[in-house]
């Protein structure tokens, strides 16, 4: 049974990076003509209101992208960041709705590419359905996104990001994850992957991140985001993202978003982390 529901969380300082990072990775390849595919493990809902009940408890994203709204010396991929989500709000002018990862990616599709969504949970893969009902480019499929991934890979059009971003509401995800991005890349090893993870119990989190890191592959990126020192007492202590084939100079780009987001988000124990944990 699943609980997690990312409306509770959505634009808070996690969704931040990732979602500016993603944006990135996609302006990226748009410098081919090539089609590219896309593939969402755990697409949640799609998009999401910062009003309704969910958004309104935790109030998540008043300490992430509320307090980037109004900046005026964001370096670039906040600015195309905050820009998404202020064209997302255009109707209202004022931020009330965020867009999840299927919406930031859908700004970036082209005619020729395409999206691949799961989702598992039956109330966010209805809303997700509805979202792109008409959506010739976008499948979404009710299932498992790590057995999805498998099937998924290697693409037609041999090009591709493929975001990995579970709740880890369940203690084998951890490892479930690690295993099944080792298999994508056996058979898509070309493709950009994206794994976001949480920092709840450190040690936990990094037997996840070791698995990759000596699994073989080469060209993996850590970007990271702590806002408080990490303990197993204070759920979330920090946020980041895995990527393996990450773009060209990816690296410089996000080094400057988190130098900005450790001033503006992080807390007094915060911290920012860019490393590449395995070269060429
Ligand atoms: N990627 C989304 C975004 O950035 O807007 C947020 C996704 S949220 C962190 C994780 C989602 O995974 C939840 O909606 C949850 O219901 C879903 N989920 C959990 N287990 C899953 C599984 N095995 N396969 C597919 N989706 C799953």
Same mark, same amino acid.
């Given at each position: 049974?699943?609980?997690?529901?990312?409306?509770?969380?959505?634009?808070?300082?996690?969704?931040?990076l990732?979602?500016?990072?993603?944006?990135?990775?996609?302006?990226?390849?748009? =410098?081919?003509? =090539?089609?590219?595919?896309? *593939?969402?493990?755990?697409?949640?809902?799609?998009?999401?209101?910062?009003e309704?009940? /969910?958004?309104?408890?935790?109030?998540?994203y008043?300490d992430?992208?509320?307090?980037?709204?109004?900046?005026?010396?964001? !370096? $670039?991929a906040?600015?195309?960041y905050?820009a %998404?989500?202020?064209?997302? #709000?255009a109707?209202?002018?004022?931020?009330?709705?965020?867009?999840?990862?299927?919406?930031?990616v859908?700004?970036?599709?082209?005619?020729?590419?395409? +999206?691949? $969504?799961h989702?598992?949970?039956?109330t966010?893969?209805?809303?997700?359905?509805?979202? /792109?009902?008409?959506d010739?480019?976008?499948?979404?499929?009710?299932?498992?996104?790590?057995?999805?991934?498998?099937?998924?890979?290697?693409?037609?059009?041999?090009?591709? *990001?493929?975001?990995?971003? !579970?709740s880890f509401?369940?203690? @084998?995800?951890y490892?479930d994850v690690?295993?099944?991005?080792?298999?994508?890349?056996?058979?898509?090893?070309?493709?950009?992957?994206?794994?976001?993870? !949480?920092?709840?119990d450190?040690?936990?989190?990094?037997a996840?991140?070791? =698995?990759?890191? #000596?699994?073989? &592959?080469?060209?993996q990126?850590?970007?990271?985001?702590?806002?408080?020192?990490?303990? #197993?007492?204070?759920? +979330? @202590?920090?946020?980041?993202l895995w990527? &393996? #084939?990450?773009?060209?100079?990816?690296?410089?780009? %996000?080094?400057?978003?988190?130098d900005y987001?450790?001033?503006?988000?992080?807390?007094?124990?915060?911290? *920012?982390?860019?490393?590449?944990?395995?070269?060429?």
């Open positions: 049974m699943l609980s997690y529901r990312h409306g509770y969380h959505a634009g808070n300082y996690a969704d931040v990732k979602h500016a990072i993603l944006l990135q990775v996609l302006k990226a390849m748009h =410098k081919k003509d =090539k089609a590219f595919v896309y *593939v969402d493990t755990h697409a949640g809902a799609g998009a999401y209101s910062l309704d009940e /969910f958004a309104q408890k935790t109030g998540e008043l992430g992208v509320a307090k980037l709204w109004d900046k005026t010396d964001l !370096p $670039l906040l600015k195309d905050v %998404a989500v202020k064209t997302f #709000n109707e209202q002018d004022e931020l009330s709705l965020y867009p999840g990862s299927p919406a930031f859908d700004s970036e599709l082209r005619p020729q590419d395409r +999206m691949v $969504l989702e598992l949970h039956g966010d893969h209805e809303l997700l359905s509805d979202y /792109f009902a008409k010739r480019q976008v499948k979404v499929i009710k299932g498992d996104g790590l057995a999805g991934l498998i099937a998924a890979v290697p693409p037609l059009e041999r090009r591709g *990001v493929v975001l990995i971003d !579970p509401e369940i203690k @084998t995800d490892q690690a295993d099944a991005i080792i298999k994508a890349h056996k058979r898509f090893s070309t493709g950009v992957f994206m794994l976001w993870y !949480p920092v709840v450190r040690e936990q989190t990094e996840m991140l070791s =698995k990759l890191k #000596n699994s073989g &592959i080469t060209k990126l850590r970007l990271e985001q702590g806002i408080k020192t990490d303990s #197993n007492e204070f759920g +979330m @202590t920090a946020a980041g990527i &393996i #084939n990450p773009p060209w100079q990816l690296d410089e780009l %996000a080094k400057d978003s988190l987001l450790a001033k503006t988000l992080g807390g007094i124990d915060g911290h *920012v982390t860019v490393k590449w944990e395995v070269g060429e």
